[in-house]
């Protein structure tokens, strides 16, 4: 079946500081792929996507490329600010439409990250 | 302007005592799916319609069930809660096919006691 692989957390960095959070998959056909962030107290919001290899999603200043080659999907942010601070899911969706998937999601098992002034 | 709502934001119930949630959602999307989320962890989906279609996850205890009467509204209903069902409920609706983002409500907490 379908699964993803987050680094493990927390991850705590100082403001302005390089953020990457790792984010590996397994899926046997074409999926896309998502990071969804959530903030304390708050359900899950979309943050970017890519929906074919080789597809970079971006907003507020993250990045991330689908690599098939290497199957991943890592968050970047050149600069973070202690607004950041969420937890991060990466997350796919299965690879065939229609039927019965429905655009179901699998989830890594999101990454806690804190960003000190 | 909120797409997806929930209510109510937070839920305490005793063991045993069964309890609904709601969901509804102003983006008429076909699909909707209701997450559990305990402390820490990932969402874990229970099950989701599409449309009228109702699509339970293999290991989603019968203990939660789930009814939608129309297209905006969906609820999820905890037959006698345990304490292990204490959890944040997400709800969250789509389009349904694989491109697509799925968006959440806020989410209800609920605590069992």
């Known amino acids: 079946g379908n699964s993803v692989t987050q680094m493990e957390g927390p991850v705590t960095l100082s403001e302005e500081a390089f953020l990457t959070i790792n984010c590996t998959y397994t899926a046997t056909g074409y999926p896309s792929l998502f990071w969804y962030v959530q903030y304390p107290g708050e359900g899950l919001q979309l943050l970017l996507k890519a929906t074919k290899a080789d597809d970079k999603g971006s907003n507020k200043g993250f990045e991330a490329t689908y690599r098939k080659e290497t199957t991943s999907f890592h968050l970047e942010k050149g600069s973070v600010q202690v607004s950041d601070s969420a937890v991060y899911f990466c997350a796919l969706s299965d690879s065939y439409a229609g039927g019965t998937s429905y655009g179901k999601l699998t989830f890594g098992q999101g990454t806690i990250l804190t960003v000190h002034p | 302007d909120a797409m997806v709502i929930q209510n109510p934001r937070y839920q305490v119930t005793q063991f045993g005592k069964p309890v609904t949630l709601s969901c509804s959602q102003t983006l008429n999307h076909n699909v909707m799916y209701w997450y559990q989320q305990k402390s820490s962890q990932a969402p874990k989906l229970l099950f989701h319609?599409?449309?009228?279609?109702?699509?339970n996850e293999a290991d989603t205890p019968d203990n939660f069930q789930s009814r939608r009467p129309n297209t905006s509204f969906c609820f999820l209903d905890i037959r006698s809660p345990g304490l292990g069902d204490t959890a944040m409920y997400l709800c969250?609706?789509?389009?349904?096919?694989?491109?697509?983002?799925?968006?959440f409500g806020p989410g209800t907490r609920l605590t069992v006691l």
């Open positions: 319609y599409y449309d009228k279609d109702f699509n």
């Open positions: 969250a609706t789509s389009r349904g096919t694989r491109t697509d983002t799925q968006y």
